[in-house]
């Protein structure tokens, strides 16, 4: 009987063995979810980036702007952040590099010191904050605007896992998109307006990143509000009873003015005209950017995703409508050209601060890549703002920043080609601190501008003398190379 027994309880357990390992063979053979076999990566949980960069886009469109407004309220703004130079590609390299002009050799947008071949030969391709974070493991992807003369039959260049840019897309119709390498056309149905066509790729590449479990980097660069002021066709029309902003400097030259700018004569009735037409169109063309804000925002709650991503808004430039008798029109070293939105929410960044500290577009690479956990390169002319992002009031803050400009622009293909009217200043090197601006044009002549007391810019004291602070402070930053230098520099002593 205890033998039979045995038999039977070895049976038995021979028989409970072959069962488990059957059913070990059937999920290997796939009959559960391949989930099951494949597991999903871990997730990686350093910060996403969203950076809306826009063209031309100034101070004075952002209360125009709801979805900007409620970023403003859940984020912080940095109301000192200014541009290396009113000028699309020099700003955009400095941004891309977080180096000054002329550490990136891009002063301009075409010809031997600027524009994209420029970008290209000074090497600032290897020195974008993109590759760095595509080498760390992000997913990286580039729409709209890249650098000026780009071409989407060009190349993608490193660094980038989703490339989506145009070339000369201003009109936001008939123009073609370089889509990883493969063109596009895009014509004039009411669809093929760009800045919605970037909203929706940039919605669905924050899906698949959210999919992916791994961090990403997102740079919508729109070419509104940039002229022709093409809105998009729901908001036809949707500003015509907007006055035109008129600030004190509004129609009028300030004492002792700059060659350039002396024999300005004062606005015609037809010259205000055009600048509330220019005003009402470029509100208009900046709703379809504040859409796509906010469907950005929607989809990054909709994913899970809006508590770890920083959610970056900015301009390349300002642009100055009427004010020291200039028309439409940007590259002076005013406070309307070179002063622009920076606005951030995110992890860990206070609701409703505005931050005062001097801070410039070669801070933003430094900043993502502190953030995303690298180092910052020491050829980086810049500084992290991930302190003054997060709340912090740090010691020792910078006191000025450098502006470089190159001029007059008489390039005929220049989309930023001004006339007379709008102002096309000669070369100058301009340092803003928080009290002062100091131009030195090419030739000698200097504006100093006391804006403590004259915000405005109307009374340009320089005739009565310099402060000396403000002219060795020029002379160390337009010779400086690298964030340690370059820091040094911005002290002021």
């Known amino acids: 009987m205890r033998a039979d027994h045995s038999a039977h309880k070895t049976g038995k357990s021979r028989r409970a063995l072959i069962g488990l390992l059957a059913a070990v063979f059937v999920v290997v053979a796939g009959c559960t979810s391949p989930a099951a076999i494949h597991p999903k990566p871990a997730v990686d949980h350093r910060p996403n980036f969203v950076f809306v960069l826009t063209d031309d886009l100034s101070w004075n469109l952002v209360s125009h702007m709801p979805n900007l407004v409620a ?126 066509v970037l909203a929706a790729k940039a919605r669905s590449f924050i899906g698949s990143s959210a999919a992916s479990g791994r961090p990403f980097m997102l740079e919508v660069a729109t070419f509104a509000p940039h002229a022709p002021y093409t809105p998009a066709p729901r908001y036809a029309h949707a500003a015509q009873q907007l006055a035109a902003p008129k600030t004190p400097a509004y129609n009028r030259l300030p004492a002792n003015p700059p060659p350039w700018l002396k024999g300005h004569p004062p606005l015609s009735a037809t010259d205000q005209a055009n600048i509330t037409t220019t005003f009402r169109k470029r509100v208009e063309d900046d709703l379809s950017v504040d859409d796509m804000i906010g469907g950005l925002v929607d989809e990054l709650r909709a994913t899970g995703l809006a508590r770890n991503t920083y959610f970056v808004f900015s301009s390349d430039n300002g642009f100055h409508l009427g004010e020291h008798r200039l028309s439409s029109g940007k590259q002076t070293a005013f406070e309307t050209d070179i002063r622009v ?153």
């Open 71 to 196: 970023l403003q309220h859940a984020g912080t703004t940095m109301s000192r952040y200014y541009v290396v130079d009113s000028l699309c590609c020099p700003s955009r390299s400095a941004i891309f590099t977080g180096q000054y002009p002329h550490d990136d050799g891009v002063f301009t947008n075409a010809g031997n010191d600027g524009g994209y071949f420029a970008f290209n030969q000074h090497g600032d391709q290897q020195k974008s904050f993109a590759l760095a974070l595509h080498k760390a493991g992000y997913r990286t992807a580039l729409m709209g605007k890249y650098l000026n003369q780009y071409q989407p039959a060009y190349p993608e260049p490193p660094g980038w896992n989703e490339w989506d840019a145009a070339g000369n897309a201003y009109g936001e119709y008939g123009y073609n998109l370089n889509q990883n390498g493969r063109p596009q056309h895009y014509g004039s149905a009411p669809q093929d307006y760009l800045t919605d």
């Open 341 to 493: 939105p920076l606005i951030v929410s995110g992890p860990g960044i206070p609701a409703g601060r505005i931050v005062s500290q001097l801070t410039s577009s070669i801070d933003l690479a430094p900043t993502f890549e502190t953030l995303a956990g690298l180092p910052v390169p020491a050829g980086a002319d810049g500084h992290s703002l991930a302190g003054l992002w997060h709340g912090q009031d740090p010691v020792g803050w910078r006191l000025a920043i450098l502006i470089e400009h190159h001029g007059p622009n008489f390039s005929p293909a220049d989309p930023d080609r001004q006339t007379f009217k709008a102002g096309d200043p000669p070369s100058y090197e301009a340092v803003r601190t928080p009290t002062a601006l100091y131009v030195r044009y090419a030739g000698g002549f200097q504006e100093y501008y006391d804006t403590a007391t004259d915000p405005d810019e109307l009374d340009n004291l320089a005739g009565k003398g310099v402060p000396a602070v403000l002219r060795q402070a020029l002379s160390a930053l337009e010779n400086c190379h690298g964030g340690a230098a370059c820091w040094a520099a911005a002290q002021l002593g």
